[in-house]
RNA sequence: GACCGCUUAGCUCAGCUGGUAGAGCAACUGACUUUUAAUCAGUAGGCCGAGGGUUCGAAUCCCUCAGCGGUCACCA
């Protein structure tokens, strides 16, 4: 890249820009001796990767992809999976619960599958989240926090928290309740007899020997090593040990966890090292600003916004000032989609300067991919769903043609992705409300009349035929002139459930004339009227 | 108790490197259509929470206050 893009890049002052300023002057503007920048994102294993696992890695790949842009020096995005973690309830809807009802406390990695599908339930869940991320084509390393201890790739650091163990304990316990600072200790170990992570007080810390004294639950006083897998650290050190070991220099976190990691970057500079760059995000909230929980079931989950709109506009809407709180609700879900679009659309004609400041960069590292165009808005789609009464891709994309007829489905598949969610947006929030009714006898002459009139139309009918037969089956039917809308609203009701709909003549022409009869004779039948 | 965020049009929000207030929706008007909806074009709408300060100039920076909301203090 030129030096101009560089500066350009280097004034640009949104948050992802920002940040990455933040991780270059970290590394003091040179590639670290691990030889790449590290971004990190942790996972809790204990539950399933849900919709701030996904914010978390569409924002830190969004500050990744500005800090290529105003730096040479690699970048790699680590996501982390705490799996060596005791497991401490039994989450709700899991097979086989007793499996882990039988295994509280004990590391996740160590915990039989429940699903049987993988080594352990920690495994299984892990396994989630990256078909999760996958799915989204995210660029990551996976790492395994049991990995990491068992493997000795984190003795060196436990090993220096262990001489520190005094200093390191103290950092914390100014956050914790009086209760709690009575027994806490930075490392839990794990019991040699039952394999549970104990919350019990160290009673000697041997920091030559490499070893920490504790009482195991039978009472036995029993001394164990820190290293190799055998004491893990207990979670606000546990983060320090892992930004320490791995020399990481970025992570976000949400606020919640704001003095947490605050205590983790003492404990970094306790143990010599440099905390990581980062920022907190504020939280989700539901459409009343109250806080989204899942016991209230409040809020949006990711399935619901996935159901409805595509993952871009979810990632859109991440991109959005991360640093305050945010309603996520169902009603913002069309709007993002359009921003999402006009930013797309917006790009080629941008300068440099003015890409950067677009939205569509970060969600897509600088390069649009073509397949991304589409010349409808969302919102649009949902009209016409809603309004021409579709329930099948196939009808509205003939009325997309009617509007733009160069588009397809082939040439613009991220619009047909769209399609579909309109029409799931319809079965899910249009076609619940239809009420159908029988017709009166004035009506049902018209519609017999009209049924005849269509099967009678000769088969390269145009639209102004169909039109002009619906008009003649009012008129000769007893519908004064001043009547007609009344006629209409008729077929609507009695046809399609609903009080408005499209131009009729239209709506044969797209649902296809032999279906229109048909539709006009199932209603007569009451096959409607009596399903509602 | 400690810390943080928000307050801008009827609604939801953008605008935060200080330079005559913006968008979407809603409303209203018009065009088009042998009904409506849709679509298109246009109009209107704001002491930018209150008070003070810095400045030639503040929605924007600083201070104070108010209202609303959040996080941590048991676990992660």
Request: one cysteine or more.
């Amino acid at each position: 890249m030129s030096n101009d893009d560089k500066n350009t890049a280097m004034n640009c002052k949104t948050w992802p820009f920002e940040e990455a300023r933040a991780v270059l002057k970290r590394i003091g503007n040179t590639a670290p001796d691990k030889g790449y920048a590290l971004f990190e994102t942790g996972y809790g294993p204990s539950g399933l990767p849900h919709i701030g696992t996904f914010g978390e890695v569409a924002r830190t790949t969004m500050v990744m992809n500005a800090f290529r842009k105003i730096s040479d020096i690699p970048a790699k995005l680590i996501c982390f999976s705490d799996d060596m973690d005791g497991l401490r309830k039994v989450p709700l809807n899991i097979p086989n619960s007793e499996i882990l009802e039988s295994n509280l406390e004990k590391p996740l990695t160590v915990i039989p599958d429940p699903f049987g599908t993988h080594e352990s339930f920690g495994h299984h869940n892990n396994a989630r989240l990256r078909d999760f991320l996958d799915t989204f084509g995210f660029d990551y390393e996976f790492l395994s926090s049991t990995e990491c201890y068992k493997s000795g790739r984190f003795d060196e650091a436990l090993l220096n928290m262990l001489r520190n163990y005094e200093k390191v304990r103290q950092a914390v316990l100014p956050l914790l309740g009086e209760e709690r600072q009575k027994t806490y200790s930075p490392f839990l170990p794990i019991s040699p007899k039952s394999g549970k992570v104990l919350q019990v007080p160290i009673l000697e810390t041997n920091p030559d020997a490499g070893t920490i004294v504790f009482e195991d639950e039978d009472g036995e006083k029993t001394e164990i090593p820190v290293t190799g897998g055998h004491v893990k650290a207990q979670w606000r050190p546990d983060w320090a040990l892992r930004w320490y070991a791995l020399d990481v220099d970025y992570e976000m976190a949400g606020v919640d966890l704001k003095s947490a990691s605050q205590i983790a970057g003492k404990i970094v500079s306790i143990l010599g090292g440099k905390k990581p760059a980062g920022f907190h995000y504020d939280l989700f909230l539901d459409e009343k600003g109250e806080k989204i929980s899942k016991s209230k079931g409040n809020g949006l989950t990711m399935e619901e916004w996935l159901t409805y709109a595509p993952h871009e506009s979810l990632a859109y809407y991440m991109y959005l000032r991360p640093s305050s709180a945010k309603k996520l609700h169902f009603d913002v879900i069309p709007k993002a989609v359009d921003e999402y679009i006009s930013f797309i659309k917006a790009m080629p004609t941008q300068e440099e300067e003015k890409q950067l400041q677009n939205a569509a960069w970060y969600i897509h590292g600088g390069t649009i991919p073509n397949s991304q165009y589409t010349p409808i808005s969302f919102a649009l789609l949902l009209n016409l769903a809603s309004a021409a009464n579709t329930d099948n891709a196939e009808t509205l994309w003939g009325y997309i043609r009617k509007h733009k007829p160069d588009a397809t489905p082939e040439n613009a598949p991220f619009l047909d992705r769209l399609v579909g969610y309109a029409v799931k947006y319809y079965e899910d929030f249009v076609l619940p409300t239809k009420t159908y009714r029988m017709p009166d006898d004035r009506e049902r002459a018209a519609m017999e009349d009209l049924a005849k009139r269509l099967e009678a139309l000769p088969k390269d009918a145009d639209l102004d035929a169909m039109q002009t037969e619906v008009f003649s089956a009012g008129k000769e039917n007893g519908y004064e002139k001043n009547e007609l809308r009344e006629w209409f609203q008729a077929l609507y009701q009695v046809l399609l459930g609903q009080n408005q709909g499209p131009r009729f003549g239209s709506f044969i022409e797209l649902y296809g004339v032999q279906e229109s009869i048909t539709l006009i004779r199932d209603a007569l039948d009451g096959k409607f009227a009596k399903a509602a």
